[in-house]
Each structure stands twice: as structure tokens, then as C-alpha cells.
């Protein structure tokens, strides 16, 4: 007797370990996606897979012509936009990407110096994107902008 209850302690024992098995692996298979899932944002591969992603010629609000002249840029909520007025001609806007050519950070508008610095590596950039100091050196990507009833749009 003592002999059976050995053998059906072992198999219970084994049961239960064999049961744990399958959740196991779901929940291997589900972390996998949700790592890839989170990689960061701030990579220069998801910055250009956003922009491609945005059907072009369609315009999409970024701001208030009050906002940009209130705040010297207008950035769109991902990042990725940044909109300033032209300097030759305050009646117009210029919109660049704003991910770094060099490495893809985020550029910052300087309203002095009226350019686009990078806190990275220090490159700089004109309002149109042009680059005036290295290391980058590939201009900002440029997009369509324009003014319509006191908004800021982009074609990005
Ligand atoms: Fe902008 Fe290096 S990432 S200068």
C-alpha cells in the first residue's frame, strides 16, 4: 500500500509539472512581440517608417499660426515635425523633419540664431534645413507647409 501511494504521489507530482509546461510557452511566445514592439522610438529607423507611413499630399494640422508666433516652433506631437516661420518671409512657414541626419536626434529650434541646433553632436541647421555646421551632412528633410485660416498645416 505504502508502494501505490509512492507511484501516485510521483505521477501527481509529474501531472502538475507537465500542467505548467504549456503556459510556458505562451507566455514565451507572447513577451516576444511586445519586446519588439518597444524598441525606441527615437530611432532614426522609426522616425523615417512614421514619416514614410503618412500619405503624401495630405495636410495635417500641426498648430495655430498664434502658437508659432507665440512659441517660435511649432512641434508636431510625435516629434518628428518641427515648423518655423521663414525667415525671408514671415508670411510662410517652413516644416523639416526634425530627426538629425547625422545619428537622428531631435533637433531644437534656436529663435536668436534663427537655426536648428543638434544636442548630440552640436550640428546646425538653417530654417530651411540646409546644413551650416557639420557633423551632419545631409540637409533636414524638407516637407510641404502652409497657412489656412490661422492654422499650420504639413504635408509630411
Ligand atoms: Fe545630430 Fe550627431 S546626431 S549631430
Known sequence: MNLNRRKLLSWFGLGW???LLPSSLIGCSESTPTATAS????????ATATVAAAPSGTFK?????????????????DKKIAVVSNPNDATKVLAVNAACTHKGCVVVWNSASKEFVCPCHDAKFAADGAVRQGPADKPLQRFAAKIENGQVLVSA
Open 61 to 77: 494640422v500641426i498648430g495655430t499660426v498664434a502658437q508659432l508666433k507665440k512659441d517660435k516652433v511649432l512641434v508636431s506631437s
Open 39 to 46: 524598441a525606441p522610438a527615437s530611432s532614426p529607423t522609426s
Open 17 to 19: 509539472l507537465a500542467s
